[in-house]
Nanobody, 131 residues
Framework: QVQLVESGGGLVQAGGSLRLSCAAS????????IGWFRQAPGKEREFVAG????????YYTDSVKGRFTISRDNAKNTVYLQMNSLKPDETAIYLC????????????????????????WGQGTQVTVSS
């Protein structure tokens, strides 16, 4: 079981930036594709971005394209989410998770966005964007 710990959240004004980190213990993070999700109060958890094990493939939900960047440093066992031009409606808890890869279900756009395809989750980090 992978233990994931998110950090880097906080309070930022609209238009500001934050960089979130997702670090792993007990297992090597490079063994997994990683997804970032967010959950606002009273709303469903939604996919934000995903990255393949090597980092060569990334996916984003349409609303964050051009503003958010997912990356990874496997030497540091960490995945990052750089968030620019943040909006108040992006206030949420942001969580990272490990993708559960199988031969029948490779990491691709149609599968990376589905919450149930992820196994281990972190506790999340709060991001609050003020207007």
């Amino acid at each position: 079981q992978v233990q994931l710990v998110e950090s880097g959240g906080g309070l930022v004004q609209a238009g500001g930036s934050l960089r979130l980190s997702c670090a792993a213990s007990r297992r090597t993070l490079s063994d997994y594709a990683i997804g970032w999700f967010r959950q606002a109060p009273g709303k469903e958890r939604e996919f934000v971005a995903g990255i393949s094990r090597s980092g060569s493939t990334t996916y984003y939900t349409d609303s964050v394209k051009g503003r958010f960047t997912i990356s990874r440093d496997n030497a540091k066992n960490t995945v990052y989410l750089q968030m620019n031009s943040l909006k108040p409606d992006e206030t949420a808890i942001y969580l990272c998770a490990t993708y559960t890869y199988t031969i029948q279900r490779p990491f691709m756009l149609s599968t990376a966005t589905t919450r149930r395809n992820y196994g281990s989750w972190g506790q999340g980090t709060q991001v609050t964007v003020s207007s």
